[in-house]
């Protein structure tokens, strides 16, 4: 059984993100990049089940400029055994990456796609769920336990009210969250051995996918800044000040 | 003139809090407003839907399983009625389970989500926080075929009461509802506490509690205070507490009154979830943690001695 693994270049989660004073997006040049933490969990959930010998193959993809070149060589480095580029050129809109993504499943004959949640950059939390919708197929998303077996999956889901417990028949979605797994450090053979592996080339056109426009980004703004507050001193003049404010 | 339909979350038959806030961004785009109920049986929910302030019609779709709201079967039905129904936009609450099925209609109509929206401009312009809300992005969307958001909850404050209820259509629509999916259980964490997302007040306890044993001192200043508890991811990965207390980017956005940060640094994924707190309180021994860059209120010392100490006072 093979499983797809989508993986995603963002902004480094430690970078402290600077809006252009332009408003026409964030600083990205000469800023640190990396693979979107819930995409490694999901490669890290990939590996560990072929380890247990209930994949055969694990396929990486992306959808994204030249540099996510980078992004799929540290999936190979995990453990993917080949990967597909989907190279865009344009910045793209998540349904596009999501036709993208529904299609190199389908042409892999995949049975299994693993997402992360969400993106830490964009945080919009859709790419999987439209990718299900887009083949017809299960979704789990926010997943925090995966057993695969018979055929089935078992997903515990991690949600407001606290862990659900989904099953649905592969082929199948899931969508990781952060207490799946601890991803391994990568260690350097597994970079140099990924460094061989084969990454396949692909444009939208070849997937038979047009990129369609959607939301328009007017602007990107600072959020409006909290002021530093006051230090106090003791308990007594904390609890004076929340009783002089109503608060307690 | 838009046409919207609220999608009405609910679960243990009452209405999902937040859905009076959903009603509320919706107000702000301005137009008929209506309320879906996807039920076993809608009928009491309805009623609740039907009461607030701004819904026109409450519909009520009742299926067998629908309680469990699962993404795929919830959402053809959801598109289903969009269509029919001819609407121009479809919010849901930015609830765990919004985000699980509102991409999914949104990918069958042929548009993307707008995710999020913490301010309505128009009816097709809406502010939505990225990079962990460290950057407010301001989006047109187009209005065809419909608009299809997520509603941060934190962000809208709920609607009144109506002066007179609001009529209630039972109603059935045409979708195909795939099997391959079922619901197994739900394990949910039974509180008598304030809900953390509705909470006036929350109290919550970071790594430097050290145990499960430990966060007892959190849960009681919280009692004493009438306050929902929360928790940093560290002290939910390090188990004290279960997940559904997780306060941040990739747990709960809140937005209460008072908002208390008891042995938690402050990372940015944190402070995504409290950036609308009204008032943040830190007790932290460290006077370099982040969390006093943000705090309205900073106290330095140990929190095995202050908070006690806070809880007798308070
Ligand atoms: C208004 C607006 C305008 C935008 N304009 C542009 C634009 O002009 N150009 C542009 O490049 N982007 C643009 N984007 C962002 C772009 O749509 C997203 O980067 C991406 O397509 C969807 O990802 P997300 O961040 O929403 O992912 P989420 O839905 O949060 O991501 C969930 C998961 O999906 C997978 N995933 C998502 N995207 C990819 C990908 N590209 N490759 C591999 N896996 C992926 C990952 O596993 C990720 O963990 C825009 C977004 C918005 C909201
Ligand atoms: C993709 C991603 C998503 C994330 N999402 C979230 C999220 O949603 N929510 C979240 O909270 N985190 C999230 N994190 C994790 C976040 O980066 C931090 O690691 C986490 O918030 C730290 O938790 P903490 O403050 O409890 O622990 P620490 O950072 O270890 O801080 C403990 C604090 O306690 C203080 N302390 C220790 N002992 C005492 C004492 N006796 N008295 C008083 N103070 C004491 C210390 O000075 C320190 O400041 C995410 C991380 C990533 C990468």
Redesign the pocket.
Same mark, same amino acid.
């Given at each position: 059984m093979k499983a797809l693994?989508? @993986?995603?270049? @963002?902004i480094d989660y430690n970078v402290r993100i600077q809006v252009k004073p332009d408003g026409s997006g964030v600083v990205v040049d000469g800023v640190k990049h990396s693979v979107?933490p819930?995409?490694e969990i999901?490669m890290e959930e990939a590996v560990r089940l072929k380890e247990k010998g209930k994949l055969t193959e694990i396929i990486a993809?992306?959808?994204?400029g030249a540099k996510?070149e980078e992004t799929l060589r540290t999936a190979l480095a995990f453990g993917a055994d080949r990967a597909v580029h989907?190279k865009?050129d $344009?910045? !793209?809109?998540?349904?596009?990456? &999501?036709q993208?993504?529904a299609a190199v499943f389908k042409k892999e004959g995949a049975e299994l796609f693993?997402?992360?949640? +969400? &993106? !830490? $950059? $964009? $945080?919009?939390? +859709?790419?999987?769920?439209?990718v299900a919708a887009l083949l017809d197929l299960p979704q789990a998303t926010f997943a925090s336990a995966v057993a695969i077996d018979g055929g089935k999956a078992t997903v515990t889901r991690e949600v407001d009210a606290g862990l659900e417990t989904l099953e649905f028949d592969l082929p199948g979605i899931i969508?990781?969250d952060l207490r799946l797994n601890e991803p391994r450090y990568l260690k350097l053979p597994d970079i140099m051995k990924a460094k061989k592996k084969p990454i396949e080339v692909v444009g939208l056109g070849d997937l038979g996918v047009t990129a369609t426009a959607?939301?328009?980004?007017v602007k990107t703004a600072n959020p409006p800044k909290r002021s530093k507050g006051v230090m106090v001193k003791t308990v007594d003049e904390l609890v004076t000040a929340l009783k002089a404010k109503g608060l307690i | 003139m838009s046409k919207i339909l609220v999608i009405g979350q609910h679960a243990d038959g009452k209405l999902n809090s937040g859905i009076a806030k959903v009603v509320n961004a919706a107000k702000a785009i301005g137009g008929d407003i209506h309320v879906a109920i996807f039920a076993n049986d809608g009928a009491a929910v309805a009623a609740q839907a039907a009461a607030l302030d701004g819904v026109a019609k409450v519909l009520v779709v009742d299926r067998a399983g629908n309680d469990d709201y699962v993404a795929s079967a919830i959402a053809p039905q959801i598109v289903a009625l969009t269509q029919s129904g001819g609407y121009s936009h479809v919010l849901a609450a930015g609830t765990t389970s919004g985000k699980d099925f509102l991409?999914r209609v949104a990918a069958k109509l042929g548009v993307?989500q707008?995710?999020d929206v913490m301010a309505v401009h128009s009816a097709t312009s809406f502010d939505?926080p990225?990079y962990a809300g460290n950057a407010i992005?301001t989006?047109e969307a187009p209005a065809a075929p419909a608009i299809v958001a997520t509603i941060r909850l934190a962000s809208f404050q709920a609607t009144g009461a109506a002066a007179a209820a609001a009529p209630i259509e039972k109603i059935s629509v045409d979708a195909a509802i795939p099997t391959h999916t079922r619901f197994v259980k739900l394990e949910a964490q039974k509180s008598e506490r304030p809900e953390l997302q509705s909470a006036t007040r929350v109290v919550s306890g970071g790594r430097a509690l050290g145990s499960s044993e430990n966060f007892s001192i959190i849960y009681s200043l919280a009692d004493k205070l009438k306050a929902g508890v929360g928790a940093s991811r560290a002290a939910v990965d390090s188990g004290y507490v279960p997940n559904d207390m997780q306060v941040g980017q990739t747990g709960k956005i809140i937005a209460p009154e008072l908002y208390f940060a008891i042995g938690i640094s402050g990372a940015i994924q944190h402070l995504a979830g409290i950036k609308d707190a009204r008032t943040i309180v830190a007790i932290n021994k460290d006077p370099e943690a982040p969390i006093f860059e943000v705090a309205d209120y900073g106290l330095v010392g140990d929190l095995f001695q202050l908070v006690p100490e806070l809880e007798a006072k308070a």
């Open positions: 693994v989508s @993986v995603k270049r @963002v979107n819930f995409d999901a993809v992306t959808v994204g996510c989907v865009v $344009d910045e !793209i809109q998540p349904l596009t990456a &999501a993208a993504l693993f997402l992360g949640k +969400q &993106a !830490i $950059d $964009d $945080d919009a939390a +859709q790419t999987g769920q439209m969508t990781t959607g939301l328009k980004s | 991409p993307q707008v995710s939505r990225i992005l989006v």
